[in-house]
């Protein structure tokens, strides 16, 4: 059965606010649609201040699939920037929450775990981000401290003093993804 996927965004959204501190309300929703590429992707326009989600459309009848595309960029429209070589950090958040949204089940997280592995643009830093253990609270205090609070500005010196973790993990989480999103042969 299909769903509200403008419902379901605000859903993720609110519970990520809860969880991670208020959005940069300055933008407005613009529907969730589909498009041809094989990934979901959040569309910022900085200008007119507005945030499209568009979705897989291999994934259409998926409803599973489509959550976890919507409850995954709904990290990102936390702190919207214009980039597709998002950092590491914000990736890994990103995929790290949607897998323990709370509709994900323990199989199809196995599944998704699984299959992304042949990603490196999302397994890389998602197993990066583990390392660090996050809690919420940490993952606010990060958002709020960051430059313009948003996670594409975070620095390793914050990660180290947020996270207490190495410099070595706090640099890698600082990578920024290329702006492919193919898998790896």
Same mark, same amino acid.
Request: net charge positive.
């Given at each position: =059965? ?5 419902? @379901? ?11 991670? /501190?208020?959005? &940069? ?12 590429l094989p990934y979901a992707q959040t569309l910022v326009d900085d200008t007119s201040f507005t945030l499209q989600i568009k979705l897989d459309q291999d994934a259409k009848g998926q409803d599973e699939r489509l959550k976890f595309q919507i409850w995954h960029e709904a990290v990102h429209c ?5 980039? =597709?070589?998002?950092?590491?950090? #914000?990736? /890994?958040?990103?995929?790290?929450? *949607? ?12 599944? *998704?775990?699984?299959? =992304? !592995? ?8 998602? #197993?990066?981000? !583990?390392?660090? !253990?996050?809690? &919420? #609270?940490?993952? !606010? ?10 996670? &594409?500005?975070?620095?390793? @010196?914050?990660?180290? &003093?947020?996270? /207490?973790? #190495? ?6 989480? *600082? ?11």
């Open positions: =059965m299909a769903f509200d996927f403008d419902h @379901e965004l605000q859903t993720a959204v609110k519970s990520y606010e809860s969880r991670y /501190g208020a959005r &940069d309300n300055r933008f407005r929703f613009l529907p969730v649609s589909f498009h041809a936390l702190a919207p920037v214009k980039s =597709m070589e998002t950092l590491w950090f #914000e990736e /890994g958040l990103a995929v790290y929450s *949607c897998l323990y949204a709370p509709h994900m089940t323990r199989d199809y997280r196995r599944r *998704c775990i699984k299959g =992304m !592995k042949s990603f490196p643009a999302w397994y890389a830093p998602y #197993e990066a981000f !583990k390392k660090l !253990k996050a809690t &919420d #609270e940490q993952i !606010k205090a990060i958002h709020d401290r960051a430059p313009q609070r948003k996670f &594409d500005l975070v620095t390793p @010196e914050l990660i180290i &003093d947020v996270f /207490g973790t #190495e410099p070595t993990l706090a640099s890698s989480l *600082c990578n920024r993804l290329d702006t492919t999103r193919e898998a790896k042969a």
